[in-house]
């Protein structure tokens, strides 16, 4: 089976590292230490910073581990789908009757589902 380099989860997860920390390189860069204020939204009472900034780092942590674990999830799962339909296309191939109906059908989907995966590369 033949792999692209985002169907593997050591890509995506540097593809998302290399993004966390570019964002706060760049972040710290132009707005120096304001950057921070990102952090704690503007109105929140003296007695909610602690927890409010906590919530809000973790939440910011988390969001740089589920898109990689979302991405390569899809695309595993795109690989997956049409390995699966490419599979049941050779059943109708080794019968000749009924040779063209048992083949279209499942020919159908896999170009739709090929066209979809197609999509998603321009995307």
């Known amino acids: 089976m ?3 380099i985002t169907a593997t989860l050591i890509f995506p997860f540097f593809l998302g590292l290399t993004t966390y920390i570019g964002l706060h390189v760049i972040g710290i860069y132009k707005f120096g230490i304001h950057f921070f204020n ?3 939204p503007r ?9 409010i900034v906590i919530i809000e780092c973790v939440s910011h942590l988390t969001k740089s581990i589920s898109l990689p674990v979302r ?11 049409i390995n699966i339909l490419s599979a049941s296309l050779a059943g109708p191939l080794m019968t000749p009757a009924l040779f063209l109906i048992t083949l279209l059908v499942p020919f159908a989907i896999y170009t739709v589902v090929q066209l ?8």
């Open 38 to 40: 990102f952090f704690l």
């Open 2 to 4: 033949t792999e692209t």
């Open 116 to 123: 979809m995966e197609l999509l998603v590369c321009f995307l």
């Open 71 to 81: 991405l390569f999830a899809n695309m595993f799962a795109g690989h997956v789908l």
């Open 43 to 51: 109105g929140v009472p003296l007695i909610l910073v602690p927890f």
